[in-house]
């Protein structure tokens, strides 16, 4: 199983990205997944999370601006980002937990770079 994200790039403040992770392999579905972002010289925060059922939960500085969602016949997750600010300058990782074959493993992205700046 591999978590690839993408989307990550360079936009203007005020401005809008939208971030994928998509699970690739056989025989396999997302259960509950999570985004991370981690700025230059910080620890890794938790962004958002979404679980099986589809229920969110974010970050208080993204509350409002930010919005997980999963497509299950794709095995994506999504993080729209819009309303971005210089902070939320940051390398984004998926976290998801997979079910393949009866067996469930944490997996993470490789991360994708969002700059926020003008």
Known sequence: VQLQASGGGLV???GSLRLSCAAS????????ANWYRQAPGKQRE????????GSS????????????????AMN??????????TEDTAVYYCNAVVRRLGISGS???QGTKVTVSS
């Open 57 to 72: 939960n974010y970050v208080d500085s993204v509350k409002g601006r930010f919005t997980i969602s999963r497509d299950n």
């Open 107 to 109: 997996y993470w992205g």
């Open 12 to 14: 203007q403040p005020g």
């Open 25 to 32: 392999g056989n025989d396999l579905s997302i259960n509950a």
């Open 46 to 53: 938790w962004v958002a999370s979404i679980s099986s059922g």
């Open 76 to 85: 994506t997750v999504y993080l729209q980002m819009s309303s971005l600010k």
